[in-house]
């Protein structure tokens, strides 16, 4: 993954902050085709967590001017999704039958792996 690292440490903190999950799991997967850059040189990475999806998590990684009356945890994933968008990346809320999984890409690094 290219970006400064201490965003990408607060990428992960955001997420992981407003999931309010007893169990989160962070994987690489293929991104879903509608969220694919053409030139394919981006990370896709999921966060799920065993928490619910709340309603509003789709409207709020679509939103542009949010609301100041969000609780902390939207803050934290508005927050989250500001960072992602800063480095060149995106967010994603997936479907799932279980919990919430929100997808993360990111620009692939062109440096030593």
């Not at 309010?20 to 394919?40: F, G, L, N, Y």
């Amino acid at each position: 993954m290219r970006g400064n690292p201490i965003v990408i440490e607060q990428i992960f903190l955001g997420l992981l902050l407003c999931a309010r999950a007893r169990q989160v799991t962070v994987q690489s997967a293929e991104a879903p085709r509608e969220s694919r850059a053409s030139d394919a040189t981006q990370v896709y990475l999921r966060v799920l967590t065993d928490a619910p999806t709340d309603s509003q998590l789709g409207e709020l990684l679509l939103e542009t001017a949010p609301s100041a009356l969000l609780d902390a945890s939207a803050h934290d994933l508005l927050a989250a999704r500001e960072a992602v968008e800063s480095q060149g990346g995106a967010l994603i809320l997936e479907e799932t039958s279980v919990g919430t999984c929100i997808g993360l890409s990111l620009p692939r690094s062109e440096g030593p792996r």
